[in-house]
């Protein structure tokens, strides 16, 4: 079946960087656009980036432009987000997501969704 896992969380201080992965299977890689998501604890699920089937295209939040970098290797069936200059307002769950529709700002574009991981940002 079709799995997505994240990996590459962790506590770092403010204005310290993290790597997070999504390694994909059970899919056709190609076929699917990439979304990042987070969540904090009683806050709503919200867009952090995305990237087309071929990275052509790449979209992001307003919160973390220029400090946030997406990308996707398809030889790996992984994508990946770069987030440097962390704040403590990143402190969330950070989750991939798969869709094959476009539009991927929204969260009802994704059929695939990974278990998330834990990203905390200490002032």
């Known amino acids: 079946q079709v799995q997505l896992v994240e990996s590459g969380g962790g506590s770092v201080q403010a204005g310290g960087s993290l790597r997070l992965s999504c390694a994909a299977s059970?899919?056709?890689?190609?076929?699917?656009?990439i979304g990042w998501f987070r969540q904090a604890p009683g806050k709503e699920r919200e867009f952090v980036a995305a990237i087309s089937k071929r990275g052509g295209r790449i979209v992001y939040a307003d919160s973390v432009k220029g400090r946030f970098t997406i990308s996707r290797d398809n030889d790996k069936n992984a994508a990946y987000l770069q987030m440097n200059s962390l704040k403590p307002e990143d402190t969330a769950s950070y989750y991939c997501a798969a869709g094959r529709s476009g539009h991927f700002e929204m969260k009802s574009s994704y059929e695939y969704w990974g278990q998330g991981t834990q990203v905390t940002v200490s002032s």
């Open positions: 059970g899919l056709t890689f190609t076929l699917v656009g």
